[in-house]
Nanobody, 123 residues
């Protein structure tokens, strides 16, 4: 059974930092891209960042470039999202995702989803 389990969400002040983790299990993800989406209240779920397991190729949404960094630890089967200089508009539920074919993922390209973790940035 494939599982993507997120952790690390919480409440932080604007300008602060958080690191999200996504532990993957249940299959081999070496040929997949792993990534993060987010969904704010009343808004569409949007792509945030992606990374290939096998090579260090990354992709970011323009809104987070220079502030967020995605990385992975192959030995731990874990993907991270380091979020710095957080803004109130970063408040959302953040979802871990795995896609067989796309690094810059769209929702319909995602094969597996995590359950989500809440990030709240207070201004």
């Amino acid at each position: 059974q494939v599982q993507l389990v997120e952790s690390g969400g919480g409440l932080v002040q604007a300008g602060g930092s958080l690191r999200l983790s996504c532990a993957a299990s249940g299959r081999t993800f070496s040929t997949y891209a792993m990534g993060w989406f987010r969904q704010a209240p009343g808004k569409e779920r949007e792509f945030v960042a992606g990374i290939r397991w096998s090579v260090s190729i990354t992709a970011y949404a323009n809104s987070v470039k220079g502030r967020f960094t995605i990385s992975r630890d192959n030995a731990k089967n874990t993907v991270y999202l380091q979020m710095n200089s957080l803004k109130s508009e970063d408040t959302a539920v953040y979802y871990c995702a795995a896609s067989r074919y796309r690094l810059s993922m769209t929702q319909d390209s995602v094969d597996y989803w995590g359950q989500g973790t809440q990030v709240t940035v207070s201004s």
